[in-house]
């Protein structure tokens, strides 16, 4: 079984993507035993939830560099 | 004075040299009209360029043949690239040649030509050097003009796709003189932030004339050199600049560029909640999978177990026990009436109830014999009688032995 080490909620949506599909890659070879099946499931419950999360609050950020080198931060909802 | 007399073959051999050791035969870019053109059967094309008063043999080898987007017909103007070829043992003058364009695309033509081909040469348009596009992209950069709808249009499709990104709009220009140092600065601020995944290089429709800046070599360069990968969407559909062929991935429309530049988040949270669905499953099936594994052991175990087994003695030891307390009853209840009966008849058969019936018991006085018989005693004999309560000395007067007696004995 594959963990991150760093918390679940730290993890990027690529990150969590990737946790998913090795959790059910995982639960599915039938390889572990009955504690690490909860264990993994519940982590993978977890990183799901953090998917959704992440897909539900997304807004649309626009920042436009301006004429000047230094960037001009203009936080625009879509 | 007598001149040197050479072969013939000599002569082809100093016209040949002379041909090709000229720079003004090589590398010349020539206008005329096609005549006869013969394509050979190994796929090279031979014909003639006609001038005004002048006709030159031309061939086209067939690998550039193949790359050449237009072929000539009887009568067409055309520009033509290629060298001075002298072939010996026909005394044959061509021109070999590599490009060849309808002669109406002008000046411009050409020389977009030629660039293209020198960055082609450089391997800048190679399919290997393109780099794939990254799956999640965080932060996508967008190059293009703030006037009119690129941004709201790319802006619409991402908002709606995948709001999950930030996109850094780096203004440039996008047309004209001016162009080619805007885009180019524009790319080189987004690579610089470090942060990019994926650059977007954009400009709404207009005519080849509004495009054609999207040519320039720098433009070209930058793309090639840019760290995060770059789709173009500059150019038409059907006529793509020469960034387009240096881009990572080409798209035709801005909006299009934004579908092919990020995935599709409800999809993505489809996948998700099938993810957490089969997770689900897994897990309970591996759970029901544990239990009947454990209750079947536990069956086996029961059956195995010398609780079982005590168990199972105890109740056979019980059967056996009560069997043997009825059999034990049983053979009490029958030697005790046997010995009721028994002892019965020994009182009857007693001694003790022959007195108690009022009779007495003769023996001997001497020996304590019992009197078998009358035979047994004699007159003079001192017999003793036991009575029920007591005993006494007897002697025998007289024997009697008449029948009527012993007969009532017998009765």
Redesign the interface.
């Known amino acids: 079984m594959t963990t991150t080490p760093r918390s679940i909620n730290d993890m990027t949506f690529e990150e969590s993507l990737q946790s998913l599909q090795e959790i059910v890659a995982s639960l599915e070879t039938g390889n572990l035993t009955l504690e690490e099946t909860i264990t993994t499931f519940k982590s993978g419950a977890e990183v799901a939830r953090h998917c959704q999360t992440i897909i539900e609050s997304a807004e649309l950020r626009i920042t436009q560099l301006d004429a000047s080198d230094g960037p001009d931060v203009v936080p625009t909802e879509s | 004075m007598s001149q040197q007399v050479i072969r013939v073959e000599q002569l082809g051999l100093r016209i040949k040299s002379a041909v090709e050791s000229d720079q003004d035969l090589a590398n010349l870019w020539v206008d005329g009209e096609i005549t006869g053109v013969k394509p050979a059967r190994n796929g090279h094309y031979y014909m003639m360029l006609q001038g005004d008063h002048t006709q030159v043999n031309v061939m086209m080898w067939n690998q550039a043949a193949l790359r050449q987007k237009f072929m000539p017909s009887e009568g067409d103007q055309v520009t033509v690239h290629g060298s001075a070829d002298f072939y010996v043992p026909f005394g044959k003058l061509s021109l070999v040649i590599d490009v060849i364009q309808p002669t109406g695309q002008g000046m411009r033509a050409l020389e977009l030509e030629q660039l293209r081909q020198k960055l082609e040469a450089e391997g800048l348009f190679d399919e290997s050097r393109k780099r794939p596009l990254p ?2 992209p ?1 932060k996508i950069g967008v190059v293009t003009s ?1 006037q009119g709808a690129v941004i709201h249009d790319i ?2 499709v ?2 709606r796709r995948y ?9 440039a220009t996008v047309q004209g003189d001016a162009a080619p140092v805007s885009v180019v600065e ?1 790319l080189q ?2 690579n610089n ?1 470090n942060d990019i995944d994926l650059i977007i290089v954009a400009r709404g429709g207009g005519s080849a004339e509004d495009l054609y800046c999207f040519n320039d070599e720098r433009i070209v360069r930058a793309i090639r050199a840019s760290h995060a990968p770059v789709i173009s969407a500059v150019g038409h559909e059907s006529d793509h600049t020469l960034s387009d062929l240096v881009a990572d991935l080409r798209a035709g429309t801005p909006s299009m560029a934004a579908e092919l530049a990020v995935p599709d ?1 409800t999809q ?2 489809n ?3 099938e ?2 669905r ?3 499953n ?2 309970v099936d ?2 029901t999978h ?1 239990r009947d594994r454990g209750d079947a052991l536990r069956y086996r175990l029961q059956r195995l177990s010398p609780i079982a087994a005590v168990g199972k003695m105890r109740a056979e030891v019980n059967t056996l026990a009560t069997r043997a307390e009825v059999a034990t009853f049983r053979h009490l209840d029958r030697t005790k009436t046997h010995l009721v009966r028994s002892s019965s008849m020994l009182e009857v058969l007693s001694p003790n109830a022959v007195l108690d019936r009022g009779y007495s018991i003769l023996t001997d006085a001497n020996t304590g014999k019992p009197i078998p018989g009358i035979a047994d005693v004699h007159p003079g004999q001192r017999l003793r009688a036991v009575l029920r309560d007591g005993s006494l000395i007897a002697e025998v007067r007289e024997l009697d032995t008449s029948a009527a007696v012993t007969r009532e004995r017998r009765r």
């Open positions: 799956l999640f965080r703030l802006q619409r991402v908002g709001p999950l990104v930030e996109l850094v709009i780096a203004p524009g601020r987004l932030r988040v993505i949270g996948s998700v909640r993810a957490q089969q997770m689900l897994l897990a591996k759970v544990e």
